[in-house]
């Protein structure tokens, strides 16, 4: 909190070296190395000089939230000891693009790919047919819309009004009762010139944002263009 409340009040050099000390151990097993060195009688051991502070909020969400996905997927294959029986978690939310491209971003819940339950779907590890794929939806849901063709160099903006405010999902319970978990659109990570800014939306729909190279948060946003990354939650 502490951290939150410096960083409301403007960035200085500061609040970025603060930002690289909670974000550093995150990256460090992942980022590129040099090559390991090995010539006779020579070892090198590899170090990272350089660490690029500059990463696509989905990538970022990845890392923070392995443990609180959008989705938790059971797996369940009857082949006796199969590591075909397992538990996936999902960071973000499968929605097709395609449909999001030809329709706008108003066309979420059509966009939605989800199917809280399949029956016999291959299993890679026992190459048998049975697998159930059960998915259970966490009480938020993150989804990366940076969307684009291949020939488009920049996402697609929108305005914050335009975008779904509400989305249901169907979910199968394993006796077969169906529940209908409903998402409530409560903020979006909009990007320009290689900084976000934070786009929250209250219980009463009024947009504010939240962005470090200002003073203060603004609220005449809704009619904002962004270039948006959504996310709902319960
Ligand atoms: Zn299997």
Partial sequence: MRYRSKIVSGSTADT???????????YKNT?????????????ALPISRTIICQDNVSSL??????????IFEKNSCPTRNCKGNNIINITNFPINYATVIKYG??????AVEFDSVIYNMPCKYCH????????????????ELDVKTPEETMGRKCKLRDLQTYLTLPVIDEDDNVHHFRYRLSGVAGYTNNHYIAYCRRLSGAWI??????????????SCEVLPHGKFKD
């Fill in 31 to 43: 980022e590129i190395k040099q090559k390991k060195i090995e010539k006779e009688n020579h070892i």
């Fill in 209 to 222: 944002s939240y962005d470090d190279t200002t003073k203060k948060p603004n609220s005449e946003v809704s």
């Fill in 128 to 143: 048998g047919k049975k697998r159930t794929r059960r998915q259970k939806p966490n009480v938020y849901i993150y989804i």
């Fill in 61 to 70: 969400w990845t890392r923070l939230f392995t443990n609180e996905p959008s």
């Fill in 16 to 26: 970025y070296e603060r930002r690289l000390n909670i974000l550093y151990p995150i």
């Fill in 105 to 110: 971003f108003s066309s979420l819940q059509k």
